[in-house]
C-alpha cells in the first residue's frame, strides 16, 4: 500500500522560494516514477515535474528554470524546490506516485505580496 505525505507549503511573497517534501511508503517498483501536480482554483489539476527512480526529469513549460524537482531514494522522499515564485503558481500542490496512481493529500501554495 502506497501512502504519500507532503510537506512545505505556506504563504511566500512573489520572488521567493519554498521547498516541498513528499515522503513515500511503498515499493521501489511502485514509487518509481514521481510527479508534482497542482491545481489553482477553477481550473483542471496540471502536471508540474517528472522524477524517475535513476533521476531523469521532465517540467512544465511554466516552471522550467524556476522549478527544480529531486528525490532521495534512500529516504523514499520527493522534492520539489520553487524558487521566482509568481502569483500565478498559487494552488494545492501533490505528489502522486504514478505507478501506483496514489495521490497525496496536497498543500497548498500561496504567492502574495
Known amino acids: 500500500q502506497v501512502q504519500l505525505v507532503e510537506s512545505g507549503g505556506g504563504l511566500v511573497q512573489p520572488g521567493g522560494s519554498l521547498r516541498l517534501s513528499c515522503a513515500a511508503s511503498?515499493?521501489?517498483?511502485?514509487?518509481?516514477?514521481m510527479d508534482w501536480y497542482r491545481q489553482a482554483p477553477g481550473k483542471q489539476r496540471e502536471l508540474v515535474a517528472t522524477?524517475?527512480?535513476?533521476?531523469?526529469?521532465n517540467y512544465a513549460d511554466s516552471v522550467k528554470g524556476r522549478f527544480s524537482i529531486s528525490r532521495d531514494n534512500a529516504k523514499n522522499t520527493v522534492y520539489l524546490q520553487m524558487s521566482s515564485l509568481k502569483p500565478e503558481d498559487t494552488a494545492v500542490y501533490y505528489c502522486?506516485?504514478?505507478?501506483?496512481?496514489?495521490w497525496g493529500q496536497g498543500t497548498q501554495v500561496t504567492v502574495s505580496s
Open positions: 502522486h506516485a504514478g505507478p501506483a496512481n496514489v
Open positions: 522524477i524517475t527512480y535513476g533521476g531523469t526529469t
Open positions: 511503498g515499493s521501489p517498483l511502485s514509487i518509481s516514477l
